[in-house]
Every structure is written in C-alpha cells, then in structure tokens.
C-alpha cells in the first residue's frame, strides 16, 4: 500500500518535472516575469486545474536558471521591494522549441490514442 | 538549508516577496488578514520539502568553509556579513522607517554624545602632570587657607609627602611698556612649586632652588596665554624684562599650553619664604599642593598631617586651636561641585535615549506584522531561532549604529553649543571635543543601545508564530497579535513615565531659577556698571594717594553724560568679602556674640545712591568722614598709644541685619563696635541702611559695616556707576577718564550687575536650561511615540470602525473610543512617572533652591502638560477614524 503510494507520487513528479519546465519557460518566452506572476498565470490560464507551491516552483526556477535555460535578474522599482524577474536565454529558447515539439508530438499521440478509443 | 548565505538571503527574499504577494491579493479579494496570512504560508505546508528541493538544486553550490573551534561548526563571519547585507538592505527598502528611526536614535545617542565628552574631558581625563593621583591640596581642617609657619612646621615633620610647595591665591598685576595697560594675575610660589607638580617651561627655566629668598623675587615665569597674547608668542622673550605693577621682572620662562595651575593664572613669580614675609601663626592666607610619597594612600597623608596639627595645637593653643588638616586630591578640589551636576546631567541624557529606543522598539514592533512572513519563510528554509534572532538584533544594531553615526554628527554640533555648559566646567580642563574615548563611548552606546531597543522585537518575530499558526490554527496568530500590542502599550507607558520623570527634574530645575532670579539681593540690578583697577602699591603706596586719584577719578566721571551717580567700593554684593568677630563698647569680652562675624565694606560717598540701598536711620557716610577716617589712620601709624586708640572714633554706616543682631530693641545710632577687642580703635554707628546679600544670591544678609573707602591693602578699588545708558556703551569714555589721570592703569572686569547677577545663576541656568532641552526632546520623542501606536491601532481598527460607524457610531464616539485608548495608556504611564519621579527628584534636591524635590505644583501641572500632549498626539490619528467611511472599510471585508 504505502509502496504503491510512493510509486504514483514518484511517477507524478517525473511527468509534472517535465512540463513544469515547459510552462515556465512559455511564460518567460514573450517577456521577462517574477515568481509570483509565473505561479499565478499557470493558474489562471489552467482555470485553477494546475497550481504550483512555492516549494515547488522556486526549486524548479533555480534548477533551469542554473541549466542556464532562464536567467533571472534583481529588478528594482520605486516604492517596491526588489523582485527577481526572469528571461528566456537563447539557449533555453532553443530548449523550449524542442521541448515545445516534443510536448506537441506526445499530445498529438495521446489524442490519436484517445480519439481511435473513442471513435 | 547550508546554502552560501548570501544565496540563501537571496531566495529568503524571493520566496518572502512570493507570499507577501499572495497573502496582498487575497486580503484585497476579501479575505480577513488571519485567513489571508494562513493561505499564504499554506504554501509552505511542508517547510522540509522547499529545503529539501532547494538542496538538491542548489548543492551543486560550493559551501563556505568551515572555521576550525567555529561555534558549532558554523562559520560566523561567513554568514554575518550576508545578515549584515541583508539588513542594509532591509532599511534602504524603507526609507521613511530608516530615517525616523535612525533620527530618533541620532537625537539620543547624540545628546549623551555632547555630555559625555564634557565628562571624559573633566572628570576622566588624568591631570597633565605626572603621577597625578599622588598630587593633592593642603589646607586647615575647616578648608581654610594656611598659615606660614604653620605650613613649614607641617613641611618639615610630615612623613608621607616627597614634596611641599606654598603659593598665594591670585594676585593683581598690571602690566605696562607695552600699547594699552592691561590686567593680569600672578601667584607668587614657593621655588619648588614647579618641581612638586612635576612640570616643565616650554621656554627656558622655572625656579632655581633657593630663589624663593628675601629679595630674589624679580624673575617671572609667564603662562603660555600671557606670552601670545601679550607678547606674540616672542620665542627671544626669555631673559628680557617687563613691567609688572611698575616694576622691572625678568622673564625665565614660559609654560606649556596645557599648564594652568592655580587655574587661570597668568604668570607666577617667585614667593618671599622669609619668616617676616610669611606672617604670623594666625594668618591664613596661602595655599599649598603637595605630592605624596609612592604607595601612599590619602587616608595615610591626611592622618599624617592630622598628627602634626594635633602637635601644633599643643605648642600653640591661641591660635591652633581645632585648625587641624585637610589633605584632597588635586584633581577633585579642581573639578569642584561639578562631577556630581555632570553626573546628572549624564542620567538626564540616559532617560532621554532610553525613551528613543522605547520609540524604535516600538516601530520595529509595528513592523513585525510583515517581517514575520519574512520570518516564517527563513524558518521553512531550515534557519534555526537562534538565527532569527541573531539576524533581528543586527538589524537593530545596524539602526542603532547608522543613529550612533548621526548621534556622533549632532554630539559634535552640541559641543559648539557649549559655551552655554562652561558654567559648570572647572577652569583647567582640557579642551572638549571628539576623540578616540568619546568616540569608542558613543559606538558602544550604539551596540548597546541596539541590543536594548532590538530584543523585544526581536523575541517576538524570532518566535516561529507563523509556523505555530499554521499547526494551532488562529488562536496562536491572535494570541501573537495581542502579546506585541501588549507590548507596544507597555512601552508607549514606560516612555510616559521616563519623560514625566526628565519634565518634572526641569520644572523643579526652572522654578528654581526662576526663583533665583527674582530674589531681591538689595542693589539696584539695571543701569549699573562695575569695572575693576588695581592701584600698586610702587605709584599709590598711601592712602591718601589712592584717595586723591579716587576722588578725581569720580569727579570726571560723574560728569560723563548719562552718568547720575558714581561711587568706589572695594568688593561687590553677592561676591564675598571680607569679615571679622567685634566688640560691643562697654561689653568687655562679649561671650554670646563672639562667632558673629561682620562684613567689612569700604565704600565711598554716593556708593548707597548708587545702588538703591535705602537709609533707614540716621545718615550717610560723607566726603568729611572719609578724611577724618584718614586723618585717624594718619595719627594712628604713628602713635600706638592706648589712650589715641581709645580716642580712634572713626564714622560708620551698618545695614539692618547688623542692628538687629547686635542692639535688637536699640537704637543702634551712636552704638560702637571694635575689630581689636576693648583697646579699640572704636566704629561708631551713624546710619543703618537696608540689606544686601553679600556672599551669593542664595545667602541670606549678614550683619554688615560699611566704612569710608581709603584703599584696600591690595590695591583694589572698583568703580560702580548708575547710568540712564545702556552700561556697557560707556566702557570707553571710563576708560579715557582713567587714561587721563593715569595711562598705565588697566580697566578690567568690566560688568554690568546684570553680569555680576548672571554669574551667580550661571550654574542654576545651565542646569534648568539643559535639563529642559532634554525634558522638551523627551516629550517630543514620547508624543511621536503616542502618535506611532495610535496611528497603528487605528489602522489595525478600520474595520471595527467602519462597522461601529455603519451601526449608527457618532463621530463623538470613535473619537473617545480612540482617545480612551490612549487616555488610559497615558494616564497608566504618568502615574508609574510620578511615582517614580518622586524617587528619584531628591538627588535634586542639592540644585533647589526654595523649591522642595516634591513640589506638589510641578508635579500636577507637568502631569497636565504631558497627559494634553499625550490627548493631541492621540487625537490626530482618531479623527482619521472618523473620516473612514463606512463602505469603504467594509468593503476591505
């Protein structure tokens, strides 16, 4: 039972590692943006389905930082605290348009899967 | 989480900007501040996994070495330098926070800045001399001056000091041959003086033994004051001569600058040590310094001394009799009643900085609100309370530190203010400023004062209350809120307390002045200007001489325009002077009166005209008895035969002090007095004139007799006149009219009695005024301090406002609900002040004057000031209450 419970937990993680990191970096595709601001548009735009803790989400932001796929910067702004924004480097970019391919060909297998059991 | 520390600050703060934000949007999309906070730590629910994550990610990160014998193995430096950057940060990020504070701190730490490089200069600082704690004064048991022979028996059989030396109090010298005359004073020393203090010229010599001899005393040592000043620092002076009271002295010497012993003399000349010279047994009229033996302690010189005494009352009972011997060290005689006053002064500032850490703690307190998020995320990250706690108190350190640097800034612009303390600086005092020890006292104010300010706040946001709420649920997250406004209003009433307790030290310090001031001393106080001559002996050797010059001196002025009357006099009121025991005529040896002292005043013609004093009886001394007086004197030097001083009748005018004491229910008129016992020469009393106060404002009138001015035997003769003008405008044509009768006569102490009066309270000035700067930045600090909290507690209470307001609340009513609040801390805070003001005011009591240290009035009216400051400084953040609307507030719900 217990081992069977960490089996999916571990496998969960193992897929969610995997497109976390795509969705992070389609967010800091089109411009530079802060932790928070990331969490929140993931959430938003999955209608609330994806939500991801802080102790997820900062793990993962420095992992890619430190891949050198995202970089991120101190960003002052009068009468704010400091906040750290991120930006895609060209090396993530590319990153991102392979994994981006990738994600597409999977999805587009799974739908063939799903649509031939359901047709 | 044993990252780098300064990349774990930089997470710490990334992760804490994260849940601010959220705990942000979920308060403005409507949910209570508790909720709100506990949804956004929900984020953290498993603080090991984000540090378990980060570690994984971030091992790669090489770690900080670790110190060998490091506490714990943990590298302190290595992660206190990240804590500082961190901290620097954290104030830089509020600008406003940073500055009030750091000024609040400034004004503390600054205030015991300027006090204490008073106290460092006065008190710690040793005396430049070498070994100057074997240095003492001697003098007779009762602090009077001593005798000549008394003082070589004492040299020659004490058994504790390796050195003696005899000087004189000041003398008056005028010095000539060069441009205007001018006054200076001179102590005439025994040879070893110099060599006793263990001081050495900065120019040629000091006393060579032996030059203390009968009619070796032309040579003169000059202070470093005298010789540029007067001479222009003329490094080839030594060996010329100069005009000293018309006479030639050679130059031998020069001290250095920081030589001032006797304090402010100008130059010393040598001591005639012949027994002639001397004097007799009962003359008290010298000083002395010595230097003890190494290893001996004051108790040991002082029984010492205390034997040879004890001796000299055996060998001479009629005039040793209970003389005895006192033996202080020097630099205690020299700082005087001052160390006790600096004391004080110091525990005024000390309140006034504990008020500002109270201010500070209190902002941080405030403040703690939003760090504990901060708090609770480095507490996820696996920092242990020792650390919290650790970075809290840099913080506040760093506060107090950056306030410590602007104290240090406002501590040196207080030292200019200092003119203003001189009253209560001893002369000879080196100079006050800055240096290495006010510097290292103001930087250790500083830590400490951060550690005291810093701990409370830093208790309460190190408690991981945060973490706490997430697992025991919103009554840990109340029961935090309600321990720090505890808190906050405990200290809002200790800093009540602490200024109530500074106000009412400066309202008894100032009704004191005040009383002060108004005392009548007797004398007319405006209009009046005194100025000082000194006639030597060498040109004025005679009293008819010195009256000659007198009366013409007065002619001419009283014809000066605006001048209504002029007179000479030999001392002041309120200055002291001189005294003797009498003999009543036809009371033998009077046995009751016998310690009663009389005050002697030589005055002449016009000198009660002069200065308001009132005849009450009889008449005034006249321009007649003046030349019969000298007329007497005449006769006398040369015959000393008993019937002649039977006959010596001579005229005098007594106040009304004297005639009470000595012919209460008489007619005083016609009454005689002698100095010399039954033999006479014989006083006779022909006027009785009203009171003045002769030995300080605070000294009630004595018994006094005023005697036809003809000379004081140390050539003193002061010029007081009455004037329409403003007195200080006629200083030149006073002085063009003694110019006139003699170029080589110096005008000096030029004051108006408004001076002479100043003088007098210059201390109790100093005091009230002092105190009352620090009593008004107490005040100030503890009205800032109300202002904070009820500001704060009216933005914590908006809600609760709004809906009272919404149920139908006046505006009345929330503005005594808010007022109340602090009504009642206030009213908390100046009861705990005035109990505690009573304790403490009676170490006051020595400053009072006809004011007692529990003055009901001062106590009552300050408790009113400071509890209406404390209603205004409550009732501008209340009418923000009323002004909040209804739906505004409750729409925040």
Redesign the interface.
């Known amino acids: 039972m217990a081992l069977a419970y960490m089996e999916t937990l571990a496998s969960e993680l193992e897929w969610k590692k995997g497109s976390a990191e795509l969705l992070i970096l389609s967010l800091v595709e089109a411009r530079p943006r802060h932790g928070y601001e990331i969490s929140k548009l993931i959430e938003h735009r999955s209608g609330g389905a994806v939500r991801f803790h802080v102790a997820s989400l900062y793990p993962l932001l420095y992992r890619l930082e430190k891949r050198g796929w995202i970089q991120g910067q101190w960003v002052e702004k009068a009468g704010q605290r400091r906040r750290r924004y991120y930006r895609l480097t060209p090396y993530g970019r590319r990153v991102l348009a392979s994994q981006r391919r990738g994600w597409q060909a999977f999805v587009a297998a799974i739908n063939r899967i799903v649509e031939v059991e359901h047709a | 989480m044993n990252l780098a520390p300064t990349r774990e600050a ?2 710490v ?3 804490a ?6 705990y942000r949007e979920l308060v403005s999309g409507g949910s209570k501040e508790d909720d709100a906070r506990r949804l956004a730590l929900n ?5 090991y ?2 540090a378990k ?2 570690r ?3 091992q ?1 990160v090489p770690r900080e070495p670790i110190v060998p014998g490091g506490g714990g193995g943990k590298n302190v430096l290595g992660s206190v330098w990240p804590d500082l950057r961190y901290g620097l940060r954290q104030l830089r ?1 509020n600008p406003g926070f940073t500055a009030v504070a750091v000024l609040t701190l400034a004004l503390g730490i600054g205030a015991n800045t300027a006090i204490f490089s008073v106290i460092d200069s006065v008190l710690l600082r040793p005396l430049a001399f070498p070994h100057p704690d074997q240095l003492v004064v001697v003098k007779n048991g009762s602090g009077w001056p001593l005798s000549g022979p008394d003082y070589l028996d004492w040299q020659r059989q004490n058994q504790t000091f390796s050195s003696m030396a005899l000087h004189t109090f000041g003398q008056s010298y005028n010095l000539t041959g060069g441009g205007q005359p001018s006054y200076v004073s001179g102590v005439a020393t025994e040879a070893n003086f110099f060599s006793t203090l263990g001081a050495t010229p900065l120019l040629g010599r000091t006393w060579v033994k032996g030059e203390d001899k009968e009619g070796a005393n032309r040579e003169v040592v000059l202070s470093y004051g005298l010789w540029a000043t007067q001479f222009a620092a003329d490094g080839g002076l030594v060996g010329r001569q100069i005009q000293l009271n018309e006479q030639a002295y050679t130059v031998v010497g020069v001290m250095p600058r920081r030589f001032d012993f006797p304090p402010r003399a100008d130059l010393w000349v040598p001591m005639d040590m012949s027994e002639k010279a001397l004097g007799g047994r009962g003359e008290h009229q010298y000083l002395a310094v010595g230097r003890m033996k190494p290893g001996v302690t004051l108790p040991q010189a002082q029984a010492d001394l205390s034997l040879v005494a004890k001796r000299l009352e055996k060998l001479y009972p009629e005039t040793n009799t209970k003389v005895g011997a006192w033996v202080y060290g020097l630099h205690h005689w020299l700082i005087g009643g001052t160390e006790r006053e600096l004391w004080f002064m110091l525990g005024s500032v000390a309140l006034v900085l504990l008020i500002a850490c109270v201010n500070v703690a209190n902002l941080l307190l405030a403040r703690s609100a939003a760090r504990q998020k901060e708090m609770a995320v480095r507490g996820a990250l696996g920092a242990s309370r020792g650390r919290l706690l650790r970075q809290s108190l840099l913080e506040s350190v760093l506060l107090a530190l950056l306030g410590g640097g602007a104290g240090l800034l406002l501590g040196w612009a207080g030292i200019r203010l200092l003119p203003l303390v001189k009253a209560v600086v001893p002369p000879g005092t080196p100079p006050i400023g800055i240096n290495i020890s006010v510097f290292a006292f103001t930087f250790l104010l500083a830590l400490a004062t951060g550690i005291l300010f810093g701990l409370a706040p830093a208790w309460i946001y190190s408690r991981p209350a945060v973490l706490d709420e997430l697992k025991g649920g919103a009554g840990a997250a109340v029961s935090a809120g309600r321990r720090r406004r505890f808190l906050g209003n405990g200290l809002v009433a200790a800093e009540i307390a602490i200024s109530l307790t500074l106000l009412v030290a400066a309202g008894l310090l100032l009704k004191s002045f005040l009383r002060l001031q108004s005392i009548d001393f007797g004398v007319r106080r405006s209009g009046i200007l005194t100025a000082q001559l000194n006639l030597p002996d060498a040109k004025y050797g005679s009293e008819a001489k010195v009256l000659t010059f007198t009366r013409a001196l007065l002619q001419r002025v009283r014809g000066l325009p605006g001048v209504v009357s002029a007179s000479i006099s030999d001392h002041l009121p309120l200055e002291g002077g001189t005294n003797g025991t009498i003999t009543l005529y036809g009371k033998p040896t009077n046995t009751d009166n016998s310690s009663e002292w009389v005050e002697m005043h030589g005055i002449s013609p016009g000198y009660f005209e002069t200065m308001d004093i009132h005849l009450l009886a009889g008449r005034m001394l006249t321009e007649e008895d003046t030349d019969r007086a000298l007329a007497l004197d005449a006769a006398l030097s040369q015959q000393h035969m008993a019937t002649e001083m039977q006959n010596a009748i001579y005229p005098v005018d007594i106040d009304r002090a004297m005639a009470r004491m000595f012919w209460p229910g008489q007619n005083p008129i016609g009454q005689r007095f002698s100095y010399s016992g039954d033999t006479g020469p014989w006083m006779e009393v022909v006027g009785v004139v009203g009171d003045t106060r002769q030995w300080g404002l605070t000294e009630p009138p004595r018994p006094e007799e005023y005697q036809p001015f003809h000379g004081d035997p140390w050539g003193g003769a002061i010029l007081v006149l009455h004037t329409t003008l403003p007195p200080l405008s006629l200083v030149a044509e006073v002085r063009q009219q003694v110019a006139a009768l003699d170029p080589d006569l110096p005008l000096f102490s030029i004051r108006t009695m408004e001076q002479v009066v100043a003088r007098q309270t210059a201390g109790a000035r100093t005091e009230s005024l002092l105190v009352g700067l620090f009593a008004g930045l107490a005040l100030l600090l503890a009205a800032v301090g109300i202002y904070g909290v009820m500001a704060y507690l009216v933005a914590q209470r908006r809600q609760e406002i709004g809906i009272r307001m919404a149920l139908g609340a006046r505006r009345s009513d929330v503005l005594r609900l808010v007022v109340g609040r602090g009504l009642k801390l206030t009213l908390v805070g100046v009861a705990i002040g005035n109990a505690a003001a009573l304790g403490l005011t009676r170490f006051l009591a020595s400053l009072l004057y006809e004011v007692k240290p529990t003055d009901r009035a001062t106590f009552i009216a300050v408790s009113l000031i400071l509890t209406a400051v404390a209603l205004l400084a409550s009732y501008i953040p209340s009418r923000r209450a009323t002004k909040v609307d209804p739906m505004v507030a409750l729409r925040y719900e």
């Open positions: 930089e997470i703060e990334e992760v900007q994260h849940l601010e934000d959220r984020d953290l629910s498993d603080e996994l984000l994550r980060l994984a990610v971030e790669e990020r």
